[in-house]
């Protein structure tokens, strides 16, 4: 789960959902993206299951960006609790979205792979949202893209099974030496 390794204060004022995003409302890296509609407290855990629905379906290809990190403490109250003797202790982190932002990007991949992982990750998460494209991004362009990744994908696939028929060859070698010496 996402959260900050250390803050300067332990709880935070609620605070208010106004406006638009300013900041982060484009794509930066990526080709696609997944951008809010609306105001909400995305937690740690639907980020990490959108991210998850997102490589699930895109499996090695590609690259993806989460582009919002929860650095802000939820406090709860134990339960059966009367009113007073203070602020909960923090919970949960969430990260505050406003409209426009940029939540995931995504690169590497084919329009039709991405639309749809972008699609399964955006019902993990607690707000609606919708799907853009960079800008003077042809077809071609994703193509290369997509190609490149299948092949950068395929030199890893052959660097592991080189390395475990590597591994298996000096398993069968020292085999072969400790029966020798033994005989």
Not at 20 to 41: C, H, M, T, V
Not at 57 to 82: L, S
Not at 98 to 122: D, H, M, Q
Request: aromatic letters at 6%; glycine letters at 8%; proline letters at 4%.
């Amino acid at each position: 789960m996402l959260m900050p390794k250390r803050v300067k204060r332990r709880r935070q004022f609620r605070g208010r959902m106004k406006g638009k995003a300013s900041r982060g409302n484009f794509l930066a890296y990526g080709d696609f993206g997944l951008q809010a509609q609306a105001p909400a407290w995305v937690t740690s855990q639907q980020i990490e299951a959108a991210r998850i629905a997102l490589t699930r379906y895109i499996r090695r290809g590609g690259q993806v960006w989460i582009k919002i990190f929860p650095d802000k403490p939820v406090t709860e109250k134990p339960a059966e609790t009367r009113m007073g003797s203070g602020k909960g202790s923090p919970e949960y982190w969430v990260a505050v979205v406003k409209p426009g932002r940029v939540l995931f990007e995504i690169k590497g991949v084919t329009e039709a792979v991405a639309r749809e992982a972008l699609r399964l990750a955006s019902h993990k998460l607690p707000l609606k949202c919708k799907i853009i494209k960079r800008e003077g991004l042809t077809d071609a362009d994703i193509a290369a893209a997509a190609q490149r990744a299948a092949k950068n994908r395929a030199a890893i696939i052959d660097a592991e099974e080189a390395a475990e028929v590597a591994d298996e060859t000096a398993e069968v070698a020292e085999n072969n030496e400790e029966s020798g010496g033994e005989a």
